[in-house]
């Protein structure tokens, strides 16, 4: 034990405390039972198939070759990447409207807006998709009062705007989510540069665009990443519309719902862990770029 | 605080003098009108939802959607909804209470403890951990239901109240609020002096630490609450009987009913049994307002 006295000072300072540790096993415990084990279970069923002949068959990379060419795994993946590139710029973009607009300080009842923009959020998924889907309907709906207000024939629930329909739940249950993100940024920007840009005479549009938008750059990568999880990960609202109009949702809407119906319908366990752990690497792969991207855009 | 709340006393630069920034900014028409569209397209669904509920069967398919029409029937379709198929609603709404306190209570005291042992303590492989769980903060429940319900079904937990309590336990995000929230809410120095006084560790967390961290607490047990009340993935995949369904599954359940090939005459009592299930979660947010909102900004600004 002689090196204890030639210990670097600053080593002894921060002394290890093994009680630390005690109060971080139970979430290490739960944390290990439902996230790795079953990430590293998935991983090992992806790398196997269940034959008639045979059995549980060693096939390396098989399952993953087949997801490469598999035309209805691509269709699902082409249409959340679809619904990702219009629907989350348009839900950002009203997100940062509605949380300039509550951060000007010309506005009468700021927490009203707030509270209510903020309010879908707390709605089940459940509930929104069978809310919207009755509003949507043509018969007893909305939809169906303002056809015979007006005489068109609008309809909602049809292969062409089936995708929108979807999209406009999403936006309506996540929409004051961001802003509030973004919002809390705002909150944080320090007066003096306000006062700054007042002394130099800056209009609020110039204070908008030179300090608000840059300041929120950090907020706006934590809201994109959260979207891009919910879109390549789409499944509630489809799953719940599929009721009312069976024929515009296929069993592989979305990879994740090809992923449930290939496991519990078509007892393909294995295939279905292969997408699985494929859109956990693509999900992965986008987050990080965006994350790379926003970081480095900060920089300069 | 904007510059409008803050008294100034500074002379401004020659030519600007028109810029007053001791006075409020006069309110705007324009901005308003903006945020007035922004709270109907949030709130007229709900308001849809909530006078829906009042109407019968027939009103409902045939009156005009956001106003009353015939008679006022809430406390009948009240009625149906709580009696119908043996009051089984009753049980699915006790049923996610259940889910609620042992899931989002469970998740919350785990991650307050592993909040305050990582923030508050070193000890060796602390940033391994660290890395590890925030690396998992990314990683959607949804990619992982798919994989847990596999893992769960070959040790025979599908099916049973653990197979959704268990997977609501961990969660990293709420892990990583605690550790923020301990980090700048307990300070080092009244743990030295616990600690000098001959407190041991559990009793210095119990008196002192969990009061200083309890705003931080609830906004994460305000979050877990909905991820859990919420849920609907893990326990369709999970769940198999309908005595141990959530609110959720139930709502589903009955819809299929009322949309599929039966075609049972029930809309009315969906719609009022929507309303029942996202009653306590408003209030709950409505009535917590002054702790989520700080902890959103904790978590938004400072990942």
Redesign the interface.
Known sequence: MSNVATARPSARR???????????I???A??T???I???L??LY?SLFQNRLVGGNTFVGLDNFARVFTDPLFWEGLGRVSVFFVIQVPIMLL?SL??AL????????GTS?????????????????A??????YGE????VG?INDAFGTEIAVMTQDWFLAAIGNIAT?GA??YNM???Y??L??IP?EL??AA????AS?WRVAWNIKLPYLR??AV?AL?FSV??SF?L??EPN?LK??VPNLVSTYYTP?MY??NL??VGQQ?NY??TI?IV??IV??II?YVVQLRGNKEALQ | MSIATRKRTRTLAPGYEHIRPDRPAPRSIGLTIVMVFFALYALLPLFWLFINSTKTYDSLLNSFGLWFSGEFALFDNLAEVVTRDDGIFVQWFANSILYVVLGAGGATIIATLAGYGMAKFTFPGKKAIFAVVLGAIAIPGTALAVPTFLLFSSLSLTDTMLSVIIPSLASPFGFYLMWIFARESVPTEILEAARVDGASELRTFTTISLRLMAPGIVTVLLFQIVGVWNNYFLPLIMLRSEEIFPLPLGLQLWYLEAAGPQALPIYHIIITASVLSILPIIIAFLALQRFWQNGLSVGGVKA
């Open positions: 921060v002394k290890t405390r093994w009680a630390g540790l005690w109060f971080t139970p979430f290490l739960v944390f039972f439902v996230l084990l079953p990430l279970y998935a069923l009203l409207v509605a607009v509550l951060d000007s300080v010309r506005l009468r009203f807006f707030r509270i209510a923009i903020f309010l879908p959020f707390a709605v089940p998924s459940v509930v929104a069978l809310l919207w889907g009755f509003m018969q007893f709906g909305l009062n309506w929409l004051g509030l993100i973004l809390s940024s909150k944080s007066p306000y006062e007042a002394l130099d005479g609020s950090g907020a934590i990443i999880i919910g990960h499944f509630n719940l009721t009312l994740n992923a449930y496991s519990f366990t279905a862990a699985t859109m956990g999900t992965a987050a």
